[in-house]
């Protein structure tokens, strides 16, 4: 015969709440219960547990040790009879979404944090996407939610969220040299220099968008390795607002003084996988998803980007 679980949450109970009578209420046993309970454990492990000092009881230093080890089961067992729960509710126990490396990732930061307390055991698997990616990941059905531009066919979408991306260089790009307040510069004016350009994460029916044909172009598959480069004086690149906006207000990134071009915008959207089989975890993602940016946590719409 083993010690039950139900035994060692009795034994917490007394630790936790320094006597037989409080863990009576706490356990919904009789104080006759738990001690025989105690009692019975010490006799199969062949050690003492408890020892009473004045009116409490207290653990010894093996009892200690064997509680601690015995917590563990106890929180493991708890998640269980939580996940069960969740499970007869009908919640997921995996959301997987693709996003757009454009989305801003403090948003999914805090989004994925608040997620994290209302559904503990939902597991998330997060792809971070570029162009086509997000709509190669739902055609494929890798996901359940995206967030990718428009033109993503058979699936429905609701705009989420408008991306800002200028075209920016290092205060020391030999492009700033050329211009003056008179002469600004013109688009065709950039193929002399290096691009920088976020290669497509899609594996097949890739989109080759921004390119200007360069004389010189460099291809990256992260935007932060792009800003990187582009900081460093190694060419420029179009950006999203939302990845450079500490690089901007700091100065070690200006916008690249275009005529024309200089500014483009996207508008996000949050695709559904299976729209008539939305579960409550999905349901629940995608209105914090949207609280999120209706509230524009990081203020994003009130940067801005002038030439220092």
Request: hydrophobic share 40%; charged share 20%; net charge negative.
């Amino acid at each position: 015969m083993k010690v039950t679980l139900e035994q060692w949450r009795m034994l917490k109970a007394v630790v936790e709440h320094g006597g037989f009578a409080h863990a009576a209420g706490v356990v919904h046993k009789s104080q006759s219960s738990i001690h025989h309970a105690i009692q019975k454990m010490e006799l199969m492990l062949d050690v003492k547990l408890l020892e009473v000092k004045g009116r409490k009881a207290h653990l010894t230093d093996a009892g200690r040790l064997l509680l601690q080890r015995a917590e563990h089961l106890l929180e493991s067992a708890a998640n269980i009879d939580s996940l069960a729960v969740s499970l007869n509710a009908g919640v997921e126990p995996e959301i997987s979404i693709a996003v757009d490396q454009t989305f801003p990732p403090e948003y999914i930061g805090t989004v994925l944090e608040q997620f994290s307390n209302e559904y503990p055991n939902t597991r998330i698997q997060l792809y971070e996407t570029v162009l086509s990616g997000a709509a190669e990941a739902l055609n494929k059905g890798q996901v359940d939610l995206a967030i990718a531009g428009s033109g993503v066919s058979h699936f429905m979408a609701e705009p989420l969220f408008t991306v800002d991306f200028i075209a920016v260089a290092s205060p020391d790009h030999p492009l700033f040299r050329s211009y003056n307040d008179t002469q600004p510069l013109q688009i065709d004016d950039l193929v002399n220099y290096r691009q920088l350009v976020t290669r497509d994460s899609a594996l097949e029916k890739k989109t080759d968008s921004g390119w200007l044909k360069a004389d010189e172009r460099w291809t990256v598959s992260n935007i932060s390795t792009s800003i990187e480069m582009i900081c460093r004086g190694m060419g420029f690149a179009w950006i999203p607002v939302t990845r450079i906006s500490r690089q901007l207000s700091q100065g070690d990134l200006l916008p690249v003084p275009l005529q024309m071009g200089g500014r483009r915008n996207m508008t996000l959207q949050l695709y559904y996988a299976r729209h008539d089989q939305v579960g409550p975890g999905i349901k629940r993602l995608a209105e914090l998803l949207h609280h999120c940016c209706e509230n524009d946590v990081s203020n994003y719409s009130n940067i801005k980007y002038e030439i220092k």
